[in-house]
Nanobody, 125 residues
Framework: QVRLVQSGGGSVQSGGSLRLSCTAS????????MYWIRQVPGKEREGVAS???????TYVDSAKGRFTTSQDNAKNVFYLQMNSLKSDDTAMYYC???????????????????WGQGTQVTVSS
């Protein structure tokens, strides 16, 4: 079964850190661009980060210097390390995999590609 399973997330105080994980099964993500996307109710989805099969990463401006995405090809897992969290980072976070190269600034629509189930991140001030 082709799927992405997320773990991590939760509640943390402002300035804290969290790490999200996204484990792929049924496919290897070497040929995919892996995205992290977040959604706040009533707001548009926001692409947070992406990583391609050459480990090239991109980040939304608000995440630069605070978030790091990485991948472990041997384990078929990719990660989003989030440091210096702010209340504005509160959202539901999703991982997604789209076959092919990453497109900077692109936010895949729901249902397009392979998506994780989502995990809530809540940052309290």
């Amino acid at each position: 079964q082709v799927r992405l399973v997320q773990s991590g997330g939760g509640s943390v105080q402002s300035g804290g850190s969290l790490r999200l994980s996204c484990t792929a099964s049924g496919f290897t993500f070497r040929a995919y661009c892996m995205y992290w996307i977040r959604q706040v109710p009533g707001k548009e989805r926001e692409g947070v980060a992406s990583i391609d099969n050459n480990d090239k990463t991109t980040y939304v401006d608000s995440a630069k210097g605070r978030f790091t995405t990485s991948q472990d090809n041997a384990k078929n897992v990719f990660y989003l390390q989030m440091n210096s969290l702010k209340s504005d980072d509160t959202a539901m976070y999703y991982c997604a995999a789209l076959h092919g190269q990453c497109t900077e600034g692109y936010v895949p629509p729901p249902g397009f590609g392979i998506w994780g189930q989502g995990t809530q991140v809540t940052v309290s001030s």
